[in-house]
């Protein structure tokens, strides 16, 4: 397994940009898809985005299509979600995790870093 620590969370309005990164250690962080979750209040995790270990396959949710882009860079071991046209209903806890099966599920992934609060003021 990866150990993944998120960074780059904070406060924005609506409409404002805003990239997280999940930093990984571990010689294996190359040959693991990347997923990016998060968790609202009161609410299930949910999926977001994932990439393959090449980066060559991506998935989003609907909700996120069109403004949000997950990226990695293997050589850094870091991989990265850059939000534009940030929603209140975007508010929530995101977490990286990692996994050997390119997934939209949660229970694909085995490792996960500890979350990171990203909050969107109206």
């Known amino acids: 397994q990866v150990q993944l620590v998120e960074s780059g969370g904070g406060l924005v309005q609506a409409g404002d940009s805003l990239r997280v990164s999940c930093a990984a250690s571990?010689?294996?962080?190359?040959?693991?898809?990347m997923g990016w979750f998060r968790q609202a209040p009161g609410k299930e995790r949910e999926f977001v985005a994932a990439?393959?270990?090449?980066?060559?396959?991506?998935s989003y949710a609907d909700s996120v299509k069109g403004r949000f882009t997950i990226s990695r860079d293997n050589a850094k071991n870091t991989v990265y979600l850059q939000m534009n046209s940030l929603r209140p209903e975007d508010t929530a806890v995101y977490y990286c995790?990692?996994?050997?099966?390119?997934?939209?599920?949660?229970?694909?992934?085995?490792?996960w870093g500890q979350g990171i609060q990203v909050t969107v003021s109206s």
């Open positions: 571990g010689r294996t962080f190359s040959s693991y898809a």
């Open positions: 995790a990692g996994g050997l099966r390119f997934s939209t599920r949660v229970t694909a992934y085995g490792s």
């Open positions: 990439i393959s270990w090449s980066g060559g396959s991506t």
